[in-house]
């Protein structure tokens, strides 16, 4: 073969690769957006939630069910939405979430009272689940394990994390210059644009043969929805409430019918032998628990900077810069840092400063500003998360078995959801407990600023237990979670 051949196939194989490589960027910057929409609706309704409960006429308690009512159904469905990525092919499956999750976001902006606005965003995290495993299944199938697969999950991490923060500025913003309800009319033309670009850039993947695990998927979404019910009928009118119990005991019921259906069916939605790797286990236990305490704060917190400090929506919004910014930068050098130092040390040296931001959270008082007593803890968690939750990402998807790579890619955002749901609850609960409890002790001081003392302590107390919720994870990070090998990165 003369030279100018040797050069001509050369130069066609550098051509194939470049293509190749380009069309993979647009593919993962197609579904990467497409995961930024989804978990921005997540919390841009946080910054907006005073307008959305004097517009709809929403109490205090119930509030929270515009956020849970999206998780929950996203939570509960997602593993249903990664089986049928499998079966039915996952580029189908994930335009057909996209379509009606946009379809969901126009009938939410649309609303007029807050059952409508409820069951739109309960629909939101129907499409939100079905288009939200085929994300990480196709950056896994993408990209070869090591370096390149690092890089890609960084990037994912980044998105998946920093995205709920981006939420509440964009939410500040949204709300501040037009509307609520434009936080959810935003995302009819990024579905629309996603939805007719993912076929030309997004590779469609092989059919497997399969069965849905609808009995999994019920009991499982009924059983995380009774628990939550529960917990918002405590914060509601106390623990001696029968509803309350009911709903508990209804919780305990589903739940175990869905491990029993989940241990004897052939195709579960959950392979329990997915927990039984000890780090991967604990990797998603600490993942529950630590955005547990970041939705608890996030929802609290933009709450305190608007009632409390004064800010308007768009300050609001922009208060929580500061924490995005440091979660982007901090998360992109996460990936060169794994292969030097390993996971569980990062991990560790993520979690410390998160700790230390939330209990710094913890003592807010009437008297703190921002400066002193939200900059500081925003800075400190965006960080801290920034550099443990790339490596948490790997914990929980190394050594996984190629037929459980779809449940696996699900596991991960499912503990990320039922932990938002399920923490948002139980703060709500040890917030407005603190609230009864408050108004019986302190009966000489002037209503007004007895209601505003209250609040405060509240809030304090909340971001207490969110505390306590990252203190569990870092436990666990320390005594469960073993470290792999180092791959480079």
């Known amino acids: 073969m003369s030279t100018s051949s040797i050069a001509q196939v050369t130069t066609g194989g550098r051509q194939r690769t470049t293509r190749r490589s380009d069309r993979r960027a647009i593919a993962l910057a197609i579904v990467l957006g497409a995961q930024l929409m989804i978990i921005l609706d997540l919390t841009v309704v946080n910054i907006a939630l005073p307008s959305i409960a004097g517009g709809l006429h929403f109490s205090e308690p119930s509030l929270s069910w515009v956020l849970n009512a999206y998780t929950l159904t996203f ?64 950056i896994t199938a993408s990209f070869s394990e090591g370096r390149e697969r690092t890089r890609a999950l960084s990037i994912y991490t980044a998105v998946a994390m920093g995205g709920g923060s981006l939420g509440l500025v964009l939410g500040g913003v949204i709300t501040e210059w037009v509307s609520w309800r434009w936080v959810l009319f935003i995302n009819v033309p990024i579905g629309i644009l996603v939805a007719l670009t993912a076929p030309m850039f997004l590779p469609e993947s092989e059919r497997q043969p399969g069965r849905f695990d609808l009995i999994g998927a019920l009991t ?79 929802y609290f917190l933009s709450q305190f900077v608007q009632e409390e400090l004064g800010f308007s929506p768009l300050r609001a919004g922009i208060s929580f810069l500061p924490m995005t910014g440091a979660l982007f ?83 991960v955002n499912v503990t990320q959801q039922v932990g938002g749901s399920l923490g948002l609850a139980i703060l709500v609960t040890a917030y407005s407990t603190a609230i009864r409890n408050s108004a019986r002790q302190a009966v000489h001081v002037a209503g007004a600023v007895q209601q505003h003392q209250s609040i405060v302590h509240a809030m304090a107390s909340a971001f207490t237990l969110a505390a306590v919720f990252d203190v569990i994870a870092l436990l666990i990070v320390v005594v469960v979670i073993r470290d792999r090998a180092p791959q480079a990165g």
């Open 75 to 138: 939570g509960g469905l997602l593993l249903l939405g990664g089986r049928a990525g499998d079966i039915l092919g996952r580029r189908r499956v994930f335009i057909a979430g996209i379509a009606l999750f946009t379809v969901a976001s126009l009938a939410g902006g649309l609303a007029t009272s807050a059952p409508m606005l409820l069951a739109a965003r309960a629909m939101q995290g129907v499409g939100g689940a079905i288009a939200s495993p085929a994300v990480l299944a196709l």
């Open 220 to 298: 499982s979404t009924a059983g995380m929805a009774s628990l939550v019910y529960g917990f918002i009928q405590v914060a509601q009118n106390g623990w001696s409430n029968h509803l309350s119990i009911a709903a508990f005991a209804a919780a305990v019921v589903l739940l175990g019918l869905f491990l029993a259906n989940e241990s004897r069916v052939a195709q579960p939605i959950t392979p329990l032998r997915l927990f039984a790797d000890r780090g991967r286990a604990g990797s998603y236990v600490t993942r529950l628990l630590l955005v547990a305490g970041m939705f608890g704060m996030f």
């Open 329 to 411: 930068a901090v998360s992109r050098f996460s990936p060169r840092l794994l292969g030097r130092f390993g996971g569980k040390r990062l991990m560790v040296a993520g979690l410390i400063p998160a700790v230390v931001g939330m209990a710094w959270l913890s003592r807010i008082s009437p008297g703190s500003d921002y400066l002193s007593g939200v900059l500081g803890p925003m800075l400190l968690l965006g960080g801290g998360m920034g550099v443990a939750f790339v490596p948490l990402t790997m914990a929980s998807l190394a050594g996984v078995r190629p037929q459980d790579s779809g449940a696996a890619s699900s596991m």
